[in-house]
């Protein structure tokens, strides 16, 4: 049972993670300056996947200390070692998900008022996952606004002077990139993502 839900390993590490927040709002980040393939998927993702690894480290500690070296040594069925390792799983996925969306599942599956700590998985996931296109999504608002100022402006500038001819986009783009150096944008990045969840 245990080696058939590994199967499942990565949906759970996409939607039952950090993993889904960092990879949108990183995907955001590329398009707001104006570069769909730099970095490319392959980047993007295993810096999402590392990010995941170190922001949920304390998670990982957790399962592997109550679930899976208890079923290793023996002294726990694999049924139990599950439950034991969907806790800490579920108790950081309620930390980061809106109570709204909690509600809303527990309305559309009919659910009776039920106690936090008794949720069903199957309705802390999805709640999970909306909660966290909410948060990636405000994000990367937040990270379009700086760069669609300079859009703006390159775009007054080169109508002022009369060039109609020239895509304000490719002039706009040296601009975006210094800003972004500038400014160490990958680590603020980096810092507001791994800031961003309530571990």
């Known amino acids: 049972m245990l080696f058939r839900s590994l199967s499942l390993a990565p949906a759970m590490v996409m939607l039952m993670t950090s993993f889904t927040r960092i990879v ?34 304390p998670t990982i500690e957790r399962v ?18 599950l439950d034991a390792a969907s806790t800490p799983i579920k108790d950081f996925m309620l ?15 009919r659910f009776p008022p039920t106690a ?29 606004l ?3 100022v300079i859009d703006l402006l390159v775009s007054s500038v ?3 002077l009369g060039m109609m001819m020239m895509p304000p986009a490719v002039v706009a783009l040296p601009f975006k990139l210094l800003l972004f150096v500038l400014v ?16």
């Open 24 to 57: 949108v709002v990183l995907g955001f980040l590329r398009t707001a300056i104006g570069l769909p393939n730099a970095p490319a998927n392959q980047i993007i993702t295993g810096l999402a996947l590392f990010l995941t690894l170190f922001i949920m480290g």
């Open 64 to 81: 592997n200390s109550e679930a899976l070296q208890p079923y290793l040594k023996g002294t726990t069925t694999s049924a139990v070692a």
């Open 95 to 109: 930390k980061q998900t809106r109570t709204a969306d909690l509600e809303f599942f527990l309305r559309l599956g």
């Open 116 to 144: 936090v700590q008794d949720l069903p998985l199957r309705v802390v996931v999805p709640a999970f996952v909306i909660s966290e296109l909410h948060t990636a999504f405000k994000m990367g608002f937040s990270l379009f």
């Open 146 to 148: 700086p760069f669609l």
């Open 158 to 160: 080169l109508m002022s």
């Open 184 to 199: 160490d944008g990958w680590q603020l990045v980096i810092k507001g993502l791994v800031e961003s969840f309530n571990t």
